[in-house]
């Protein structure tokens, strides 16, 4: 797909994502019936094969947006990076509550500006500006955080979100709600609504939630990340092939730690929530690269 027109395309794109995204949703509620086994390898696959390599990617896409276009694994910026995500991951394990709203907060915005800055390219637009970014980035994380399962998750995090009345479905149905107006709302200018729509689809149809995330993290924002930085952000798309190998060794090393961190939440070394803050903690030193807040460049 990297070299077909579906990646040269910014109005292709989107039609794939979205293509992707329904069908998605569509296999996650037969996989619920029929092979709920296959769900959490399905889920695992994707946010390796994509979603990893979206973030391993982080030290080329740095080296280009500041001048190198060999793009080295520098110190300068491999230790920073992966200092951050020490801090984020200990600063989750100090004030979990604060941390998990400055990261549902950072990546609203990250997903959005993404989807944005490829809805610019579709219509030739200005850039989008921050505050439709976090609007979008809203719009499509609600319906996946106020599922059941995932208010379980938040709860552990100091979340407690249960409405006291009503059914457990009523946060769903509020957020799918407020997420449709909104969605309504940027469509008028960014022609976007579908996405929304799409991410409320999967709130709904994939019965697993990490299945549910990973489907729109590695087709969704991965994807639509991908041929933004490298086909239009970067302009070296003809050499993606190269680069996504480059990517391997970081997403082999990332994975091993969260491998072992893992394996001692399920030891009983580490609390669930620890090792979850560790994933968490993973993405912040992402975004503030490719969102250009940071730079480990010293020279």
């Known amino acids: 797909m990297i070299g077909s027109d579906t990646f040269q395309q910014a109005n292709r794109v989107r039609t794939w994502t979205l293509v992707l995204l329904v ?3 569509l296999l996650g509620d037969a996989l619920w019936h029929w092979a709920p086994a296959v ?28 001048g190198d276009p060999e793009g080295p694994l520098r110190q300068s910026f491999a230790l920073p990076y992966i200092a951050g995500i020490g801090v984020a991951w200990a600063a989750f394990e100090t004030a979990p509550g604060w941390m998990l709203g400055l990261f549902l907060l950072v990546s609203a915005y990250h997903f959005g500006m993404s ?24 719009a499509v994380l609600a319906p996946l955080i106020t599922r059941p399962d995932a208010l379980a998750v938040l709860d552990t995090f100091g979340w407690h979100l249960d409405v006291g009345f009503g059914s457990e479905l009523l946060p769903l149905q509020l957020a799918s709600g407020a997420s449709l107006f909104f ?6 200018t960014w022609r976007n609504g579908l996405l929304v729509a799409a991410s409320i689809m999967l709130a709904w149809f994939v019965h697993d939630l990490l299945l549910a995330f990973a489907l729109y993290f590695a087709l969704g924002h991965s ?4 041929f933004e ?3 239009e952000r970067q302009s070296v798309a003809r050499n ?18 969260a491998g072992i961190i893992l394996w001692l939440a399920a030891d009983g070394v580490l609390r669930e ?6 994933l968490l903690a993973g993405t912040l030193p992402h975004i503030a690269v490719l969102e250009g807040w940071v730079t480990a460049r010293t020279r």
Do not use: C, N, W
Not at 116 to 134: E, F, K, N
Not at 223 to 226: L, T, Y
Not at 241 to 250: M, N, V
């Open 23 to 25: 069908a998605g949703a």
């Open 115 to 138: 989807h944005l800055r490829v809805d610019a390219l579709r219509r030739t637009t200005p850039m989008p500006d921050s505050l439709s970014g976090l609007i979008l980035g809203v």
């Open 229 to 231: 930085e490298f086909k």
């Open 273 to 278: 929530r620890a090792a979850l803050s560790f």
């Open 223 to 226: 994807r639509e990340a991908f």
């Open 240 to 257: 993606f092939p190269s680069f996504y190998l480059k990517s391997l060794p970081l997403s082999a090393a990332f994975a091993a730690m």
């Open 39 to 66: 769900q959490l390898p399905l889920a695992v696959l994707l946010i390796a094969g994509l979603g990893l390599q979206h973030g391993a990617l982080d030290h080329i896409l740095h080296a280009h947006m500041h």
């Open 183 to 188: 969605g309504l709302l940027l469509h008028r």
